[in-house]
């Protein structure tokens, strides 16, 4: 590999082999940074101190959001959590890069409330740019408790780019959406890898294609039967880049 360097670079190497030795500071230097190369380039980065370092990263705040959603009531079909009004989550481009990014996870926690009439159910889902866009992840149809009013609800899952499949023209990253909906019923429901709103297809997973533009992550929500009291409303939803 070669190395380009730049005037200042040399200068500050010239400036280096004057001073005499200071080993506490060459020390202290050394605890500070370390190299890190990322297919042809090679990068100076911070040691952080509590990790192992394996990663040469940190979890990152992609999206963050305590602004009220849509108060959705006396619906059927599928909708978008998000207010009209809301800015909605972006995925950066080539977040899972289909060739170097096998491993990467996107953890996504969403937060928010509901209230019932009798036992409806809610299924949950999470698409591509819009209400209509690609499914990557739902749950089944999930019977709720009864009679309940702004009763707490979660949903948290991780989005993981599993494997590639090479094209003729581009490269593809295969994602796998793995995790869990708490509060809407008496237990734990999965969310998984949906081909379908309300149908866990663990074993079918979704493709992004490699230089793939920005995406919005999109939450929706469908209620089993439409009453005025039936409603959900999400309140927080966060969005972490892993590793």
Not at 62 to 72: F, R
Not at 142 to 158: A, H, K, R, Y
Not at 226 to 236: E, P, V
Request: hydrophobic residues 40%.
């Amino acid at each position: 590999m070669v190395q380009a360097y730049t005037l200042a670079d040399l200068r500050r190497i010239e400036r280096r082999l004057c001073e005499p030795l200071d080993p506490e500071r060459e020390i202290r230097e050394g605890a500070r940074w370390r190299f890190a190369r990322d297919r042809d380039r090679v990068f100076k980065v911070p040691r952080i101190g509590g990790g192992s370092g394996f990663t040469m990263t940190v979890m990152e705040t992609l999206y963050s959001s305590a602004a009220a959603g849509n108060n959705l009531a006396t619906f059927t079909t599928e909708a978008l959590m998000y207010a009209s009004t809301q800015a909605q989550a972006l995925l950066p481009i080539n977040f899972f890069d289909a060739t170097y990014g096998v491993g990467k996870d996107l953890k996504v926690l969403a937060r928010g409330v509901y209230s019932t009439t009798g036992t409806p159910t809610f299924t949950l889902g999470f698409r591509q740019d819009s209400v209509s866009g690609g499914i990557w992840g739902s749950s089944a149809a999930i019977t709720s408790q009864s009679g309940v009013t702004n009763t707490v609800w979660e949903l948290e899952f991780d989005v993981v780019n599993q494997s590639l499949t090479f094209a003729s023209s581009h490269n593809e990253a295969v994602i796998v959406v793995l995790g869990q909906v708490a509060g809407v019923s008496t237990g734990v429901s999965s969310f998984a890898n949906a081909s379908a709103i309300g149908t866990l297809t663990p074993t079918t997973a979704f493709t992004i294609t490699q230089t793939d533009t920005t995406h919005y992550l999109c939450p929706t929500i469908t209620c089993g039967t439409s009453s005025a009291s039936n409603k959900w409303q999400m309140l927080q939803l966060m969005v972490y880049g892993c590793n």
